[in-house]
């Protein structure tokens, strides 16, 4: 019984241990774009119901698109901090999730 307490107390601390990793560019670039569409999504539950509450819904939102793309929420908070203290590259991040939504509504015109 010992062992197995000592086993689960190691494990428990090298979990704690694990430092963020860097996510890949199209990887912050696609999590940040659909953030921003879940942020507008949960602006029209509003609309509809004036009960709904975004501060307590947006983490149930952000939580599912992480889980979408296997990433951690704090993976990706080190990866945005990241482009937050490098200004030119949060500027190539932010012009690349603008095309990329340009992209997205001309794919989805042109499916109709």
């Not at 694990?18 to 942020?39: A, G, I, R, Y």
């Not at 603008?98 to 989805?108: D, H, L, Q, V």
Request: aromatic share 12%; net charge positive; proline share 4%.
């Amino acid at each position: 019984m010992k062992l197995i307490v000592r086993i689960l107390v190691v494990m428990s601390f090298c979990a704690c241990t694990n430092k963020p990793k860097q996510l890949p560019f199209d990887t912050v670039k696609v999590v940040l774009w659909e953030m921003t569409n879940s942020e507008e999504l949960m602006k029209l539950y509003v609309k509809k119901d004036s009960t709904y509450s975004i501060k307590s819904n947006r983490p149930i939102f952000y939580q599912k698109i992480f889980s979408l793309h296997q990433i951690t929420q704090k993976d990706f908070d080190f990866s945005y901090k990241y482009y937050q203290e490098h200004p030119n590259e949060m500027k190539i991040l932010l012009d690349s999730i603008s095309n990329y939504g340009i992209k997205k509504r001309e794919k989805a015109i042109s499916s109709l």
